[in-house]
């Protein structure tokens, strides 16, 4: 299975909005609702941000948001704040009952 | 509150078997409903699944490990466990065990705090 497709970097000031896009194909981002979101800050523990698409762990902030189409999954945090600056990884769930990951985004907030 | 964590050898050597144990706390790993995991991160580098685990000893793999992992459950212990056999350096990574909920596509919602393994002679 391959890794699902996530730009290496994004950035944004502080209050704006951001995406980052994780691209799979039909065997896995694109044929299931099962796609999650996982924030990490160095040194640390994965943690879940977004679930089934897009639906939010009780606790977290609800400036993050996760949607998709087709075989692409975005999550989109809006009013960035410094904490927010992370490693962002998506995963889904595929047609070999597997999980993959995305390649990762490293989130710089400027 | 589910805590789970990984216990085992920090080094082990070129050729040899990795082996850890993931202790599940605050929750029994025999009520079902939930796959158990284990993710490894190279130094510097994303994420990557292993595989997972049902109580009845259910399994899969990534296909890129399945020849050399082994993944086993201990319900008296309330643990699970990896094995990686013939180990390299690429091997060398931070392993974390993980829960994963079936009902919400096996979202991973606990995570241990990893455990760096260190492959060299």
């Known amino acids: 299975q391959s890794a699902l497709t996530q730009p290496a970097s994004v950035s944004g000031s502080p209050g704006q909005s951001i995406t980052i896009s994780c691209t799979g194909t039909?065997?896995?981002?694109?044929?299931?609702?099962?796609v999650s979101w996982y924030q990490q800050h160095p040194g640390k523990a994965p943690k879940l941000m977004i679930y089934?698409?897009?639906n939010r762990p009780s606790g977290v902030s609800n400036r993050f948001s996760g949607s998709k189409s087709g075989n692409t999954a975005s999550l989109t945090i809006s009013g960035l704040q410094a904490e927010d600056e992370a490693d962002y990884y998506c995963?889904?769930?595929?047609?070999?009952?597997?999980?993959?990951f995305g390649g990762g985004t490293k989130l710089t907030v400027l | 509150q589910v805590q789970l964590q990984e216990s085992g050898p920090g080094l082990v050597k070129p050729s040899q078997t990795l082996s850890l144990t993931c202790t599940v706390s605050?929750?029994?790993?025999?009520?079902?409903?939930?796959?158990w995991s284990w993710i490894r991160q190279h130094p510097g580098k994303g994420l990557e699944w292993i595989g997972y685990?049902?109580?009845?000893?259910?399994?899969y793999y990534n296909p890129s490990l399945k020849s050399r992992v082994t993944i086993s459950v201990d319900t008296s212990k309330n643990q699970f466990s990896l094995k990686l056999s013939s180990v390299t350096a690429a091997d060398t990574a931070v392993y974390y065990c993980?829960?994963?909920?079936?009902?919400?596509?096996?979202?991973?919602?606990?995570w241990g705090q990893g455990t760096l393994v260190t492959v060299s002679s």
């Open positions: 685990i049902y109580y009845s000893g259910s399994t």
């Open positions: 993980a829960r994963s909920d079936i009902l919400t596509g096996y979202t991973i919602d606990y």
């Open positions: 089934e698409v897009s």
């Open positions: 039909s065997s896995d981002v694109g044929g299931y609702n099962y």
């Open positions: 995963s889904s769930y595929t047609s070999s009952s597997t999980e993959v």
């Open positions: 605050g929750g029994s790993i025999s009520s079902g409903g939930y796959y």
